[in-house]
């Protein structure tokens, strides 16, 4: 898809700038803060942008999304981004009866997919999507443990879900996002980015809550992770997910299998497992009633990409918004190909979004790596039992890092966007949808459950059809009037 022309080099007097600017201000949106600098070499007309090698200062310099680092480099960071996704890739097919295993060979391969489909500019890793989990039980009445009997049915809804969404990329890409960008201001995907992880919270929270050892090893484990953020320089403060995870590792083993707290790390799996094995592979059936439950679940995946991509727009400063087509072709492809094997359906990761708001690493190289990591981890139930003793405690510790990094992501957004909260109608539009999003209020369509986080996204969009759609109308006709 061609590259945008760069707004800042079109005349300030122009109607259309002026008529564009005054839209923005009626919104509360200072249109100069989104207009970020021309990247020649991002921008380039060319499917794939121009790749340099990284010559900044890893103390303080971010690494771009077209540059890339030495190989040994890549490959520590793309494992850390593989540790990061691994618990919730690893936790949603359990939910919903699928292979685990299967899962992970997905997300690997899906996020190569993803790289290749969207031209290497949109900084994401594709992990199994929690947004089936509650479609997917009530389709198959999955009762929680062991495999799923019903898991065909479900795939066959997955693969529309999936056909549906990459249409809609395809749409996006005919037309442009403005009519997204009209939907979904930065009030809004703001809104939506803090509320995913918000929304996660309680749940992670509880996760590390059934007892008092786990709770402090969590605690301890956030303590970790922050002392090499904060303390530490150069790569290992760009690794402080992999060495804080690898150091909580180390204490939890001593504590309980040397001390004998808490509940051993279990490495029976680990010897019974074999080195080399491919999952099973499941085919999918397709009925109409789990195909009308499970298929809505795309415009949900649209509202929660919507939030990563522009909090990875916030945080790489690069014009990343002409090329969420693409980027919502390939979610969709991705996820038609993983149902169609008996995988997941697939979604872009928050939890990796947040090791990039840390890290200040952007670099889609990096995750071409973690998806190479993890197609070998799925093709090695060795090393998937080996990740899969990491303690929940400790995975626990890590996402409330994750999500907490996601949550300050969306208020930078607003910040960037200098969002005007004098305006009742931002507040509105903010207090609302943080509320919805985080306490999981949930609407029924009929039988199609919206979640917490679908509920506020379309809370979100309504109010802000109703209270800013208006004010940006009328200013914009006031302009073209003059």
Known sequence: MPSQKDPSSAPENSAQDQSAHNALEA??????????????????????????????????????????????KSVLLGIQHTFAMFGATVLAPLLMGFDPNLAILMSGICTVMFFMITGGRMPSYLGSSFAFIGPVIAVTAYAGAGFNDNLNVALGGIMACGIIYALI?????????????????????????????????????????????????????????????????????????????????FAYFVMTNVLGFGTPIDFSTVAAASWLGLPSIHTPSFEMSAIILIAPVAFILVAENLGHFKAVEGMTKARVTPYMGRAFLADGLATTFSAGFGGTGVTTYAENIGVMAVTKVYSTTIFVVAGIVAIILGLSPKFGAIIQTIPAALLGGASIVVFGLITVAGIKIWIDSKIDFSKNSNLIIAAVTIIMGTGNFSLHLGGFDLGGIGTATLAAIVLNALFNQSAETKATKQSLAK
Not at 29 to 52: K, L, M, Q, V
């Open 169 to 249: 990329g395809l749409l996006v890409m005919k037309t442009g996002t403005g009519w997204i960008e009209r939907l979904m201001p930065p009030i809004v995907t703001g809104a939506i980015v803090m509320i995913i992880g918000l929304n996660l919270a309680p749940v992670t929270i509880q996760g590390v809550s059934a007892n008092q050892f786990d709770a402090w090893m969590a605690t301890l484990t956030v303590l970790l992770i922050s002392s090499v953020a904060i303390f530490t320089r150069g790569m290992l403060r760009r690794l402080l997910l992999l060495v804080g995870l690898v150091l909580s590792y």
């Open 27 to 72: 919104a509360g949106i200072d249109s100069a803060a989104i207009n970020y600098p021309h990247n020649p070499d991002f921008e380039n007309g060319r499917w794939f942008p121009t790749w340099r090698a990284y010559k900044g200062n890893l103390d303080r310099d971010p690494v771009g999304i077209n540059e890339y680092l030495p190989p040994s």
